[in-house]
């Protein structure tokens, strides 16, 4: 297969521009599904919270579906851990890929900057 043509400044410039708009919307929208994440994260901190304070004997009901499940006071407050750990994990892992975009970003970014550099030098 023959190779591409090599691409002018101009077409170069362009496609850094379009990177650089693409990357930043990437990390709005990991912004965004981290805050979600922290809300949901929270929220079961609380209910969590609120759950331990009762007595062990109190009915304790699960959402599944349309329907609720009767379950002991250790399966609620296991599962409200195990959703608090999986939000962690998920906001670290986004956190990640935002800090790897934000970089991307300035080195695309840099490279706009040298381009419109040796264009004045010119």
Known sequence: ???????????AFTEL??????????????????????KTKKHAHLTDTEV??????????EGVGR??????????HNQLL???RIAEEK??????KKSYLERSVKEAEDNIREMLMARRAQ
Do not use: N
């Open 17 to 38: 521009q379009a990177k650089v708009m693409d990357t930043q919307q990437k990390v709005k929208l990991a912004d965004l599904q981290i805050e979600q994440l922290s």
């Open 1 to 11: 297969t023959p190779l591409p043509a090599p691409l002018s400044p101009g077409q």
């Open 82 to 84: 195990e959703k608090q």
């Open 67 to 76: 329907m609720f499940i009767l379950q002991p006071k250790g399966v609620i």
């Open 91 to 96: 906001i670290k892992e986004l956190e990640q």
């Open 52 to 61: 331990m304070m009762l007595v062990d004997e109190t009915r304790m009901y």
